[in-house]
Structures are given as C-alpha cells and as structure tokens.
C-alpha cells in the first residue's frame, strides 16, 4: 500500500479512537488507560465475524455489519468492565481501565481460534480510506448532537463537579456508564476498519503503549474538544513521520525530538492546542478578523 | 403564627448520624409546612450541613427518618431526591465553572426533560421542540434572578455574589418543592447580605415554596424566617420564633460559652 495512504489511514483510525476516549477522558472526565483494550476487543469481533460468519451480501454491507459487530462487543465489554470500576474514581479507574487492556491483550494472545501470538490473518480488505473518513464524519456529527443535549450536558456536569451534578437530578453513575460504554464502543468501531485495511491483526497492535499514545492525543488536542482530538490524533500519526524526511540526523533522533516537542507543548499550553474550545466558522471568522486589525 | 403546619411537606423524625464514634446529629426532629421559611442555626460543626447531605442522598443517616410528603427519601439517591422535589445550593459554591451562565441552568432542567439519548443524535423534531422549552423556561429564570445578561458567560466569570445568585436560580430551575439554602451569604458583605434577605423573601413569595435556611448571619435568619431551629453539637437544643430565639438563655450559652455565674449555679 502507498504510504501516505497508509499514513492517511491510520491517522483516520486514530481519530476515531481519539474521539472515543476524548468522550471519556474529556468530557465526562474519567480517567481511562484501557482504550486500546477496546479498540482490540472490536478488531478481533469485527474480523471474527469477517472471517468466520459473513452473510452471503456485498462486500461493503457486510463490512457495515462487521462495525455493528465491533461497535457493540467493545461496548458491552465497556459496560462489564463500566459498571463495577466507575465507582472508582481518579487513579483507580485508570489502574483498573489499564488492567483490563492488558487482560484483553493476553487472553486473545492465547486463543488459538483468533490466532494467538502468530496473528490473525486472511481478514478481507474491505475497508479504504473512504470508509474510514465517512466514519470519522459520522462520529463527529455524533459527538456534536451528543454534547448538545441534555444528556450530553448531563456527562459534561459529572466532569465539572459530580456532587452537583447528583444534586440537580443527574444520575451521574447512568451518565458515566454511559459515556463510557460509547467511548468503548468508537473504539470498537475504529477496530474493523483498521483490520479491514490492514488485513492482519496482532495482538501487539494493542499494547498499553497505544492507550497512551491516544491519550496523548486527546491532551494534546484539549480534553474535551471534538477539534483537538481530530488535530490530536493527526499531528501524533504525522510528526514522527514527517522528522524522517528531516535529514539524516533528524531521522536517528527523531523519537527524542518527539518526546521533546511533546514536553514542550505541555509546558507551554498544558490545556492542549484547543483547550476546551472548538474549532467553528465563527471562531476562524473571529480569529481572521482579529489578525486584520491587529 | 402557626409553629406546626398541618401536614409538613418535610418531615425529619429522630435523624441520626454517627461517624465512628462520633454522634454527629443525635436525635434530631425538624418539620416544614408546603410554605414555610424556617432557618436553622448554629456554631461551627454543629451538623447543620450535615443534616442537608441526609436530606439529599448524600449521607445514608444511621437511624431516624426523612420523608417528603409523607413519603420516605432514605436511602433513595441525590439525583432521585431532586427529581422528587428537594433542590439545595452549597455552602461552598458548586456550580459547574466551566459552562455557560445559561447551561448551569439549562442542565438543571435535566430531570424534566424526556426526549431520548437518541433524538439527541438524530435531532428529532421533539428534540427541539423540548430544547426550546428548555432554554425559555431557563431564560425566564435567569431574567427573574436578573442574570439574563451574563447568560453566555462562564459561571466562574461572574463576580462572587452573582455565583450565590446563580446557584439559587439553578436549584429552583429543577421545581422544587422544597429548597435548602446552606449559607448563602457566607462572605458576603453586610449590603449585600441585606440583597440576600429581600431575594430570599422574595423567592418564598414568588415561588411559593418551602425554604430551609443555614445560615451564620443572625441578623438574616432574624430577618427572614418565620421559625428558628437550633442546633449545638448535634442536638436540638431550641426551636421557636425570632424572638423566643433571640431570649433564650441555652442559644445564647451555645453562641457565647457559659458566663462565670451560670458556671458557679450549676455546679
């Protein structure tokens, strides 16, 4: 596959994973370290049903049906794993979140039906870089009518302040399991069209490096912003790419130059490139205007 | 004056916490005619606030009972309790900072809102109609509280009175039958602890609600309520009108400490 397509491709897969997790970590503030757990929870469902189970229909339906298929397995094991960890708050629900991914990452290590430690193999390329960005739009509008209603501002009060979100007739345990479960569910959904392109999976596709570099992208985009965690996930998918063609020395120091460029950004913006903002019409409009004056 | 309504539309019967060991309200009994404005006083830590955590769903109290209109809220959680009528603010101010002025409000419509998770993404027509049942009903109450304004603020824009205003404005937006007001003029100063005074009458009259009172300033609880409760170290130890309050000799022992001859009679 061309290079920049594949680049392309992956920066699309992240953003999906980024704006589940962001939907977690940002706006309903619970601090989850398991979201590559989900992501390969629906990987290997969506491609088990590829492989194992496809309806005798065309290619692209069945690849929709595979999302459904990986959509809703990582959302019930966002429920399982939801239901007893969000009474945990803070660094609890993180060490419990980063338990359950390794766990995820273990068991399919050892099941020889989905391939164990040698990988998963024959998946059918019916994913490209269409369907993947047709998501990508679908879980933007998402999130944008789900953060503009009562319940999404029912998630972003337990992140605000959770006592007084209960005491304005909140369910805040409902709202966190919920939000929880859909943010696994994205990733989930990010699962078949990543294995769907790449045609293979293994389960050191989902190390716990993974959940932290997803989380990073979210930081870096603006907990809690849809923008940031689309610019997020595609500066985080190009940068160490883009230092390779840098010249040869910054190609060999090109994951320190990473690292350092990551720090600096914490220090200088630790809200992340967005903060909490959005990137609109009306704000570029805003910002061009200002600049004219100025 | 009536002391006892006829049918208390909250009822606190032998309340009782303990932490540990601790016996934080003993025994306490506190009742609230549908439009009452009662206060309750005390020293520091002397479980007022406490009492307002039970009557929320905040703490599970260890005996005693809490029923609102005859029926049980024990045990039931916070967001159950709103839903069913009782709506507080915070002695240290807890509104959501980093929403707008008009979406504190609007989320504290959340409870009578019925549209699904669902029309929200696939913005049905009852989404909307329901979102803007929402908004003018939080617009409304904003202009009441003259705050419509500053609606797209930030709530931790808005100076530190406004704050306490606002909270208020956000706990009658759920419709409350009852509301609790935890020192809503802690750091105030004294003018505009007098505001304070005439909104809380105001509100009492406007919304035709009953109202429970914290308060430290005793010139605004003698302002206002109707009906005093005293309590020290857990206990009710006075309950009567402003005046009774103001004479009686244990509430002034509890704010002012035994004088020496009081001292020498007792022992």
Same mark, same amino acid.
């Given at each position: 596959?061309?290079?920049?397509?594949?680049?392309?491709? %992956?920066?699309?897969?992240?953003?999906?994973?980024?704006?589940?997790?962001?939907?977690? %970590?940002?706006?309903?503030?619970? *601090?989850?370290?398991?979201?590559?757990? *989900?992501?390969?929870?629906?990987?290997?469902?969506?491609?088990?049903?590829?492989?194992f189970?496809?309806?005798?229909?065309?290619?692209?339906?069945?690849?929709?049906?595979?999302?459904?298929?990986?959509?809703?397995?990582?959302?019930?094991?966002?429920?399982?794993?939801?239901?007893p960890?969000?009474?945990?708050?803070?660094?609890?629900?993180?060490?419990?979140?980063l338990?359950?991914?390794?766990?995820?990452r273990?068991?399919?290590?050892?099941?020889?039906?989905?391939?164990?430690?040698?990988?998963?193999?024959?998946?059918?390329?019916?994913?490209?870089?269409?369907?993947?960005?047709?998501?990508?739009?679908?879980?933007?509008?998402?999130?944008?009518?789900?953060?503009?209603?009562?319940?999404?501002?029912?998630?972003?009060?337990?992140?605000?302040?959770?006592?007084?979100?209960?005491?304005?007739?909140?369910?805040?345990?409902?709202?966190?399991?919920?939000?929880?479960?859909?943010?696994?569910?994205?990733?989930?959904?990010?699962?078949?069209l990543?294995?769907?392109?790449?045609? *293979?999976?293994?389960? %050191?596709?989902?190390?716990?490096?993974?959940?932290?570099?997803?989380?990073?992208?979210?930081?870096?985009?603006?907990?809690?912003?849809?923008?940031?965690?689309?610019?997020?996930?595609?500066?985080?998918t190009?940068?160490?790419?883009?230092?390779?063609f840098?010249?040869?020395?910054?190609a060999?120091?090109?994951?320190?130059?990473?690292?350092?460029?990551?720090?600096?950004l914490?220090?200088?913006?630790?809200?992340?490139?967005?903060?909490?903002?959005?990137?609109?019409?009306?704000?570029?409009?805003?910002?061009?205007?200002?600049?004219?004056?100025? | 004056?009536?002391?006892?309504?006829?049918?208390p539309?909250?009822?606190?019967?032998?309340?009782?916490i303990?932490?540990?060991?601790?016996?934080a309200?003993?025994?306490v009994n506190?009742?609230?005619?549908?439009?009452?404005?009662?206060g309750?006083?005390?020293?520091?830590?002397?479980?007022?606030?406490?009492?307002?955590?039970?009557?929320t769903?905040?703490?599970?109290?260890?005996?005693?009972?809490?029923?609102?209109?005859?029926?049980?809220?024990?045990?039931?959680?916070?967001?159950?309790?709103?839903?069913?009528?009782?709506a507080?603010?915070?002695?240290?101010?807890?509104?959501? %900072? &980093?929403?707008?002025?008009?979406?504190?409000?609007?989320l504290?419509?959340?409870?009578?809102t019925?549209?699904?998770?669902?029309?929200?993404?696939?913005?049905?027509?009852?989404?909307?109609?329901?979102?803007?049942?929402?908004?003018?009903?939080?617009? &409304?109450?904003?202009?009441?509280?003259?705050?419509?304004k500053?609606?797209?603020?930030?709530a931790?824009?808005?100076?530190?009175?406004?704050?306490?205003?606002?909270?208020?404005?956000?706990?009658?937006?759920?419709?409350?039958?009852?509301?609790?007001?935890?020192?809503?003029?802690a750091?105030?100063?004294?003018?505009?602890?007098?505001?304070?005074? !005439?909104?809380?009458?105001?509100?009492?009259? !406007?919304?035709?609600?009953?109202?429970?009172?914290? !308060?430290?300033?005793?010139k605004?609880?003698?302002?206002?309520?109707?009906?005093?409760?005293?309590?020290?170290?857990g206990?009710?130890?006075a309950?009567?009108?402003?005046?009774?309050?103001?004479?009686?000799?244990?509430?002034?022992?509890?704010?002012?400490?035994t004088?020496?001859?009081?001292?020498?009679?007792?022992?």
């Open positions: 596959m061309d290079y920049l397509a594949h680049l392309a491709l %992956n920066a699309g897969v992240f953003m999906i994973l980024a704006l589940g997790l962001n939907l977690i %970590n940002g706006v309903c503030g619970q *601090f989850s370290l398991g979201h590559a757990g *989900f992501w390969a929870v629906g990987a290997y469902a969506g491609a088990a049903y590829s492989l189970a496809p309806l005798p229909i065309p290619d692209w339906a069945n690849l929709l049906i595979s999302c459904g298929v990986g959509f809703t397995a990582a959302a019930i094991a966002g429920l399982i794993i939801g239901i960890c969000l009474r945990l708050r803070g660094d609890y629900l993180a060490i419990a979140t338990g359950f991914g390794e766990i995820i273990i068991m399919i290590n050892n099941m020889e039906v989905l391939g164990g430690s040698r990988g998963l193999t024959g998946i059918p390329a019916w994913s490209n870089l269409f369907w993947i960005y047709l998501f990508v739009v679908l879980t933007v509008l998402f999130m944008i009518n789900l953060v503009r209603g009562t319940h999404g501002r029912a998630i972003i009060s337990i992140r605000e302040d959770e006592i007084a979100a209960d005491s304005m007739g909140i369910n805040t345990f409902k709202y966190k399991t919920i939000a929880f479960a859909i943010g696994a569910g994205l990733a989930g959904l990010a699962g078949p990543f294995a769907h392109a790449q045609q *293979f999976l293994h389960p %050191n596709n989902f190390t716990f490096i993974w959940s932290v570099i997803i989380l990073l992208m979210v930081i870096l985009g603006g907990l809690g912003s849809i923008s940031g965690a689309i610019v997020g996930a595609l500066i985080l190009a940068l160490p790419e883009v230092l390779r840098m010249g040869e020395t910054v060999q120091w090109r994951m320190v130059i990473y690292s350092v460029m990551l720090i600096a914490m220090l200088l913006r630790p809200e992340g490139i967005f903060g909490k903002r959005e990137l609109t019409l009306h704000w570029l409009q805003k910002l061009l205007r200002d600049r004219g004056v100025g | 004056m009536s002391l006892a309504s006829t049918s539309i909250l009822k606190l019967s032998d309340l009782t303990r932490f540990g060991g601790l016996t309200v003993d025994r506190i009742s609230l005619g549908s439009n009452d404005l009662v309750i006083i005390g020293p520091n830590g002397a479980g007022k606030t406490t009492i307002f955590n039970m009557v769903g905040l703490y599970q109290p260890s005996e005693g009972a809490i029923e609102l209109e005859n029926s049980s809220i024990v045990g039931m959680r916070p967001a159950h309790i709103t839903q069913a009528g009782i507080r603010t915070f002695q240290n101010i807890r509104l959501f %900072n &980093e929403l707008t002025v008009l979406d504190n409000v609007r504290a419509r959340h409870s009578r019925s549209y699904s998770l669902l029309a929200s993404i696939f913005r049905t027509k009852g989404f909307h109609q329901e979102e803007a049942v929402i908004k003018d009903r939080a617009v &409304e109450i904003l202009k009441l509280f003259k705050l419509e500053k609606s797209h603020l930030l931790r824009q808005l100076p530190y009175g406004e704050q306490r205003r606002l909270e208020i404005a956000r706990a009658l937006a759920t419709d409350p039958k009852v509301l609790l007001l935890d020192e809503p003029a750091g105030m100063n004294p003018n505009e602890t007098m505001d304070l005074a !005439e909104l809380i009458k105001w509100i009492h009259d !406007e919304f035709k609600i009953a109202t429970l009172l914290i !308060e430290h300033d005793m605004l609880v003698m302002n206002t309520c109707q009906r005093i409760y005293v309590v020290d170290h206990v009710l130890i309950h009567g009108c402003p005046n009774e309050i103001q004479n009686n000799p244990k509430v002034v022992e509890a704010y002012l400490g004088s020496e001859s009081s001292e020498k009679e007792r022992s």
